[in-house]
Each structure stands twice: as structure tokens, then as C-alpha cells.
T-cell receptor, first 114, second 119 residues
Framework: AQSVAQPEDQVNVAEGNPLTVKCTYSVSGNPYLFWYVQYPNRGLQFLLK??????LVKGSYGFEAEFNKSQTSFHLKKPSALVSDSALYFC????????????FGQGTTLQVKP | GAVVSQHPSWVICKSGTSVKIECRSLDFQATTMFWYRQFPKQSLMLMAT?????????EQGVEKDKFLINHASLTLSTLTVTSAHPEDSSFYIC???????????????FGEGSRLTVL
């Protein structure tokens, strides 16, 4: 079955420190991978995506993610966390078929403390 | 600015009544829109795919008579929760692929969500 896993319910980091939010996937074929961020009672905002090409993808607000095919991972990273980065982060994968569905991970709450 | 607008943001209704939530694509046409449901501190569950001019495609376990979806134009999809009950209380989010990009990238733009509370 195709799935996306975010193994951590919550990640806590101090402001200024690097952060990593983990994501692994299980999809047949070549996946399209995404990261979205959600602030309380809001919709999702697109951060970045991997389709093909360079494994290191840079996105909005200083975030980046590295596609690792051998480890089937797509971890989200940022060199220096801000308190304003505190939010709920979702990893998602698009199915190779042309149905248009995104499968979301369960979400990871990022808490950045001053 | 927002490319997908959702209305209302908050709605409180009595049990047994019906509630309509609108999802509009701004400045682009969306032949397909997706409706998600999100429970507190949980991930998004895809409910259905809304197709302009045709019937919606519902995910397994989602009652199509309970959650009526209409996609009457290229910029508007509506979700109607019929005969709402407290267990229908949730955060409903719509999304749409921006024309021209979707088939290649799958990027979706999301509405701000609608918080439904059924008393």
C-alpha cells in the first residue's frame, strides 16, 4: 500500500538551531513529494516539492528538503529555526497514477522555543 | 495572496440542519477540486474529488448522500453537509490544482478551511 509516514508527532528546537522534520514514503514508481505547513485554524500552505532533478530542493521561508531514494525519505530541514516557524507540517506524496490525489502523512508539530 | 477562497470560515448549526461550504478558485479555472476533512491534531482525510460538470468521486467510507458535492462552474465547488450531527463537527478544507501545473507537478492550493460545529 502507498503511504507516507512522519515518525515524530512533535519536534522541539531552540530558536537559531537547525531543525529537521522527518518523512518517509512508500510509493510504487517515481513519487512526487511535497511539504506543506499549517497554522492553527488555517488551510495548508505549500512549502516545496520534489519532482525530478537535484535531490536538494529549496522552498519558501528558508526551508529545504532532501530526496533520498535509497532511504525513501524526504526530510524537511532549515539551518536556523525561528519562533514563527512553529506550526504543523505535513509531508505528502502524489500517486503516480493521474488521479490527482495527494496522500498526507500524519503531521508533525514543530515547536520552536525562544 | 490566496488563490483558493473558502467560505464560511466558521459555522455553527443545530443538529439536523444542512450546511453549505463554498470553495472558489481565484483568477484561475479548476476543473477538479478536492475536499478534505481534518480532525483535531490529525492528518487530512480526502473525502472526495469534485469534477466540474460531472459527479464527484467519493473515497471509500464517505457517504455521498451525507456530503453532497456540486461543481457547477470552473471556479466554484460546494460541499453540503446534510442533516448534520455533532459527529460531523470538523475542519473541512478544499484544494485545487492551478491550471497548467497540476498534471506535471501535483501542486495543490488550499483554501483556509471551514470549521463546522454542530450542536
Amino acid at each position: 500500500a502507498q503511504s507516507v509516514a512522519q515518525p515524530e508527532d512533535q519536534v522541539n528546537v531552540a530558536e537559531g538551531n537547525p531543525l529537521t522534520v522527518k518523512c518517509t514514503y512508500s510509493v510504487s514508481g517515481n513519487p512526487y513529494l511535497f511539504w506543506y505547513v499549517q497554522y492553527p485554524n488555517r488551510g495548508l500552505q505549500f512549502l516545496l516539492k520534489y519532482i525530478t532533478g537535484d535531490n536538494l530542493v529549496k522552498g519558501s521561508y528558508g526551508f529545504e528538503a532532501e530526496f533520498n531514494k535509497s532511504q525513501t525519505s524526504f526530510h524537511l530541514k532549515k539551518p536556523s529555526a525561528l519562533v514563527s516557524d512553529s506550526a504543523l507540517y505535513f509531508c505528502a506524496v502524489r500517486l503516480p497514477s493521474n488521479t490527482g490525489k495527494l496522500i498526507f502523512g500524519q503531521g508533525t508539530t514543530l515547536q520552536v522555543k525562544p | 495572496g490566496a488563490v483558493v477562497s473558502q467560505h464560511p470560515s466558521w459555522v455553527i448549526c443545530k443538529s439536523g440542519t444542512s450546511v453549505k461550504i463554498e470553495c472558489r478558485s481565484l483568477d484561475f479555472q479548476a476543473t477538479t477540486m478536492f475536499w478534505y476533512r481534518q480532525f483535531p491534531k490529525q492528518s487530512l482525510m480526502l473525502m472526495a474529488t469534485s469534477n466540474e460538470g460531472s459527479k464527484a468521486t467519493y473515497e471509500q467510507g464517505v457517504e455521498k448522500d451525507k456530503f453532497l458535492i456540486n461543481h457547477a462552474s470552473l471556479t466554484l465547488s460546494t460541499l453540503t453537509v446534510t442533516s448534520a450531527h455533532p459527529e460531523d463537527s470538523s475542519f473541512y478544507i478544499c484544494s485545487a490544482p492551478k491550471t497548467g501545473g497540476y498534471q506535471n507537478t501535483g501542486e495543490l492550493f488550499f483554501g483556509e478551511g471551514s470549521r463546522l460545529t454542530v450542536l
